[in-house]
């Protein structure tokens, strides 16, 4: 007990001396620490979702009401499977009326090829003219004509009875369903995301003023708060050649792998990522508090015979702690902790040294 109290009114006594030396003005006790060769890694960090490089919208080509739509979320399906039916009264009913005016044209048409052979035949004896023979060979001519648009009509409204029929375009994942029996579907309006889980990828938007710094085939550290403690490495594999414009902010898409390491991550979930954008492994480097701007100029307090001194240095790359010190400092030299401090050149200074 006695040594612990010793203890006390020691360290009480070295605040009080070093208290007194910051304000008497004499010799101020600073802090120092060195500048160290070691490695530097400076990322971005963004957060990033779970996408499909293969993934389309399914949408009805003609509208109607669906009648049928089994397939959920999360099922797979293979190419020209159905996934939903519309309602076929409409396009029936179509059908049946081009059969009927289509069989009405052939009818025609038969009609109008007998009408211009009994007109050859009788001009052939005198007994027709040749007028005749050519305006008979005119309404054949017609109503071949009326016959084939009709035929195509036919197979058009044939077509269309397809189309209540809405299928896969390739096999995959259905990760989104709007269809529901009983609704009206509208052209155009997806009913299902289809998407193909062999090419997941990760999306990460990236603030425009970094688009400098990413480059196609840098790793990214991932993580997801659903795998707690997992940590792997991917690759950016696709930038974005335009920046996208919101209501806060400029970013532009880049893409990154997402390789069978990762956990079983769904279509959509959420990740943080961060971009290694640069990595020295033997740089010069000092904590970023050491780092002093007066004047414009990017400088480093120092001791130099008991004396404060302001040393101009060039920085490079940065991590969340440290600044590379590209010129101005070599390995082992002291630097000065400002900490909130006022700095002046010429202060008499004591070093209270810390370890890197």
């Known amino acids: 007990m006695r040594k612990r109290i010793l203890t006390g009114v020691a360290s009480l006594l070295l605040v009080a001396a070093v208290s007194w030396g910051f304000s008497s003005g004499d010799v101020a006790q600073v802090r120092t620490v060195k500048a160290e060769r070691g490695p530097l890694q400076a990322s971005i960090s963004a957060t990033g979702r779970v996408v499909s490089d293969r993934e389309v919208a399914v949408s009805p080509t003609v509208s109607g009401k669906v009648t049928w739509a089994a397939v959920e979320e999360g099922d797979m399906v293979k190419a020209g499977q159905v996934l939903a039916r519309l309602s076929d009264g409409e396009p029936q009913e179509l059908i049946r009326k081009a059969e009927a005016e289509w069989n009405s044209a052939r009818q025609a048409e038969a009609h109008a090829a007998q009408t211009r052979y009994r ?19 005119a309404e054949q001519r017609a109503a071949a004509g009326r016959e084939q648009v009709l035929r195509s009509e036919l197979r058009l409204a044939r077509i269309n009875m397809g189309k209540t029929q809405v299928v896969a375009p390739f096999s995959g994942m259905i990760i989104r369903k709007n269809a529901r029996a009983d609704q009206w579907a509208a052209a155009g309006v997806p009913l299902f995301t289809l998407s193909d889980p062999g090419t997941r990828e990760i999306e990460v938007k990236i603030d425009s003023g970094d688009s400098a710094l990413v480059q196609k085939g840098q790793d990214a550290q991932v993580t997801s708060e659903a795998f707690r403690g997992k940590v792997w490495t991917e690759k950016v594999v696709r930038i974005a050649p335009a920046v996208q414009k919101d209501e806060t902010a400029n970013t532009f898409i880049v893409r990154l792998t997402l390789k069978g390491n990762a956990p079983p991550l769904r279509f959509g979930q959420q990740v943080d990522v961060k971009i290694r954008t640069a990595s020295r492994e033997d740089a010069i480097r000092i904590p970023f508090a050491a780092i002093i701007s007066r004047g414009g100029k990017t400088e480093v307090a120092t001791i130099s015979e008991g004396r404060l001194k302001f040393v101009p240095v060039v920085t490079g790359m940065e991590d969340l ?31 209270l040294r810390e370890q890197p």
């Open 321 to 351: 702690t440290h600044t590379e010190i590209v010129q101005g400092l070599a390995p082992g030299d002291e630097v000065v902790l400002p900490e909130g401090k006022e700095l002046k050149a010429g202060t008499r200074v004591a070093a």
């Open 119 to 137: 007109a050859e035949q009788l001009y052939e004896v005198g007994g027709e003219s040749g007028r005749a023979v050519e305006d008979a060979k």
